[in-house]
């Protein structure tokens, strides 16, 4: 895949430590896009459906799966207002990219000791 990139000229490292810049740029994109996105439990799955589709047209992204955490939606039922924004702690991502011969996994999750959506790479390798 990557022969075909036009970009490629312009990166100074190995395909490996391409993959998992894709990865994290992915990952970043996902978080900054969606945090504040209104979600109540009518729109959950067609946000998540959402997320999913717009990460995977773009480059070297293989797979996707976005899950919102619907405890806190549920929680808001009988609120005037019926819906919450999304927030990072509620977004659980995990997405492959593959650049040339090199897959990366990554995951976003909320991690309660750090009081904070990390995002991270699982697996770098060959494919």
Same mark, same amino acid.
């Given at each position: 895949?990557?022969? #075909?990139?036009?970009?490629? &000229?312009? *990166?100074?490292?190995?395909?490996?430590?391409?993959?998992? *810049?894709? +990865?994290?740029?992915?990952?970043?994109?996902?978080?900054?896009?969606?945090? =504040?996105?209104?979600? $109540? @439990?009518? $729109?959950? @799955?067609?946000?998540?459906? +959402?997320?999913?589709? =717009?990460?995977?047209?773009?480059? *070297?992204?293989?797979?996707?799966?976005?899950?919102?955490?619907?405890?806190?939606?549920? #929680? &808001?039922?009988?609120?005037?207002? &019926?819906?919450?924004?999304?927030? =990072?702690?509620?977004? !659980?991502?995990?997405?492959?990219?593959?650049? !040339? !011969?090199?897959?990366?996994? +990554? /995951?976003?999750?909320? /991690?309660?000791?750090?009081?904070?959506?990390?995002?991270?790479?699982?697996?770098?390798?060959?494919?």
């Amino acid at each position: 895949m990557s022969a #075909s990139d036009p970009a490629k &000229k312009w *990166f100074r490292c190995s395909d490996r430590e391409r993959a998992a *810049f894709e +990865a994290g740029i992915k990952m970043g994109s996902i978080y900054h896009q969606y945090v =504040g996105a209104p979600v $109540n @439990e009518s $729109n959950v @799955e067609a946000l998540e459906r +959402a997320i999913e589709a =717009g990460a995977l047209v773009q480059p *070297f992204v293989e797979d996707v799966r976005v899950r919102i955490e619907r405890t806190k939606i549920r #929680s &808001k039922r009988g609120a005037p207002y &019926k819906y919450w924004s999304v927030t =990072g702690e509620m977004l !659980d991502v995990w997405i492959r990219v593959r650049y !040339d !011969d090199v897959v990366a996994e +990554a /995951v976003m999750q909320y /991690v309660p000791d750090l009081r904070y959506p990390l995002m991270r790479i699982v697996e770098l390798r060959e494919a």
